[in-house]
């Protein structure tokens, strides 16, 4: 059972990123996925919510308009697209499921977005 993370990096105001996650060891269309952050001296917080089949979806209000999160059941895949990065963005980001009661995270990924 594991979350494996990908993307992130450096980025200048007004660019994008895309954060990957793959999942292994989870029958993956019957989880939804989170996408959390955490900037440094915060709690972490959640970005973005899709549901099992993708077919709803939930953004924080600083996200919304900007960031997209999508799956791709057939490949064990999550992704959280972000445009528009501000750099109040800044935060290590990390992907979530939660599978028979259990919480399962990434192992992060950082996104500083600084010019």
């Known amino acids: 059972v594991l979350l494996v993370q990908s993307g992130g990096g450096l980025v200048q105001p007004g660019g994008s990123l895309r954060l990957s996650c793959a999942a292994s060891g989870f029958t993956f269309s019957r989880l939804d996925i989170s996408w959390y952050r955490q900037a440094p001296g915060k709690e972490r917080e959640l970005v973005a919510f899709?549901?099992?089949?993708?077919?709803?979806?939930n953004y924080a209000d600083s996200v919304k308009g900007r960031f997209t999160i999508s799956r791709d059941n057939a490949k064990n895949m999550a992704y959280l697209q972000m445009n528009s990065l501000k750099p109040e963005d800044t935060a290590v980001y990390y992907c979530?499921?939660?599978?028979?009661?259990?919480?399962?995270w990434g192992q992060g990924t950082q996104v500083t977005v600084s010019s």
């Open positions: 979530k499921v939660v599978s028979a009661g259990l919480v399962y």
């Open positions: 899709i549901s099992k089949v993708g077919g709803y979806t």
